[in-house]
């Protein structure tokens, strides 16, 4: 199958699957959980087929291009790239139920308590101090992010924490006024601050990718413009992010570069297609165990030492033959890889349905908790770019952010929904005027 067959297959697919999201932009509604996660498939297989079939440059120390796979191999690959948005559609509808302000734009109508913006400078303050004193005794990114991680360990995560007020105080009412738009600013510029010396450039952009998707009117137009400059400025991010791009001042050779390293999964998908049987598994030590390593996540391994390791750092010692304790890194791999690797090829159509029916019940607890519009929305567009533990560090514990944050600091006596597109409505589902 030639790069150009396979770019027409998806898009068509793709295409067709993203009418309803910008049906919903243009009605001025927020596009559901499921309409997001077509962008996933448009950046992370699209993306780089269309570069194959421009002639773009692929660039990995251990993989194929996509169209240089084996026939047979091949289209397995692009038989689920076209099939899966669909598969996910499916697992949506079949769960039941519309969420009832789905697509509304929703925002925290109840009035913020003053000791929020107390309480967010004492932990903006010293994590964005914390990261200057750890990035000023580097002398470049990467050697910063050694320091931190060995400083910080699993804690590194507060690094995160200036985003998630942001993704939180985004769904206000408060932030579309005077003052409150002066403290998203704040907000934003400290979140940059605090996750510089991560070495994580999709930590970096994140702020300004929410205030582009959810604050303020969303257009089609927009979006477009917002996803090329974002990859424009990853690509020129490179050199200072990666000692191996220190030395390229190319712009065409940093964004060849950028999409191959984070954008492109196809080669990825045709390599498990080749690791894995129809049932079961050849890379982690049971059927399942990334799962369940994603589900206790968050517990000290001393409470669950069963619980393993991540399906990405089990593949990632699969392909470079090391031992996947010893990795301090990992490849990025999709769900749809994650399902594979850990349940065979034909688990492919049952693992995309559960990926549905989760989406919608991220949108049921989207209209009952507002602040969760942001991680399940952006967790959709990471889903095929990242696993589960993944989406869990960085989405998951800002939803729980969040619930935190609405339980200490919103007032709880206006029982309305505001939204920015329809006014204050009711909401059947909670906000029942007693």
């Not at 320091?147 to 985004?170: D, K, N």
């Not at 690509?235 to 001042?249: F, G, H, R, S, V």
């Not at 392909?319 to 010893?326: H, K």
Request: charged share 15%.
């Amino acid at each position: 199958m030639t790069a150009f067959l396979l770019l027409i297959c998806v898009l068509c697919s793709h295409g067709a699957a993203a009418v309803p999201f910008v049906r919903s932009i243009r009605k001025r509604r927020l596009p559901s959980t499921v309409e997001f996660a077509v962008l996933s498939f448009f950046l992370y297989y699209d993306l780089g087929i269309l570069s194959e079939a421009l002639g773009l440059p692929y660039r990995s120390l251990y993989f194929l291009p996509l169209s240089k796979a084996r026939d047979w191999v091949q289209l397995q690959a692009a038989i689920i790239i076209v099939v899966a948005p669909w598969l996910i559609r499916l697992g949506y509808s079949l769960t039941g139920g519309t969420p009832t302000s789905a697509g509304t734009r929703p925002l925290l109508a109840r009035k913020l308590s003053k000791r929020f913006y107390f309480v967010s400078f004492l932990i903006l303050l010293p994590v964005a101090a914390l990261s200057l004193f750890e990035g000023m005794k580097a002398e470049h990114v990467w050697e910063a992010r050694a320091l931190i991680t060995e400083a910080l360990g699993p804690f590194i995560i507060l690094l995160l924490l200036p985003i998630y007020l942001l993704a939180f105080y985004v769904t206000t009412e408060e932030s579309r006024k005077g003052a409150g738009k002066l403290f998203i600013l704040v907000l934003t510029a400290l979140s940059v601050v605090a996750v510089i010396p991560s070495g994580e450039r999709t930590l970096l952009l994140l702020p300004f990718l929410i205030l582009l998707l959810f604050y303020g009117k969303l257009s089609v137009g927009r979006l477009a413009t917002s996803l090329v400059i974002g990859l424009v400025a990853a690509a020129m991010l490179l050199p200072i992010y990666k000692a191996q791009n220190a030395d390229e001042t190319d712009a065409g050779t940093l964004i060849a570069n950028t999409i191959s390293v984070d954008f492109v999964r196809g080669p990825i998908l045709v390599d498990v297609l080749k690791r894995s049987p129809m049932l079961g598994t050849n890379v982690v030590s049971y059927p399942g165990e990334g799962y369940v390593y994603g589900l206790l996540f968050f517990v000290p391994r001393s409470i669950a030492p069963f619980k393993g390791s991540g399906t990405a750092f089990y593949y990632t010692g699969a392909v470079a033959n090391v031992p996947a304790s010893e990795l301090d890194w990992g490849l990025g791999i999709s769900a749809i890889d994650e399902i594979i690797l850990n349940f065979g090829k034909l688990f492919i159509i049952p693992g995309l349905l559960v990926w549905g029916a989760v989406m919608r019940l991220a949108d049921f607890l989207s209209v009952r908790r507002p602040f969760l519009v942001i991680p399940t929305r952006l967790g959709a567009v990471w889903l095929l770019g990242y696993h589960l533990p993944a989406e869990l560090q960085n989405f998951g514990a800002m939803a729980a952010v969040g619930l935190l944050l609405e339980w200490v600091f919103v007032h709880r006596g206006q029982k309305r929904i505001f939204t920015a597109s329809l006014g204050y409505v009711e909401d059947p589902m909670r906000w029942r005027e007693s």
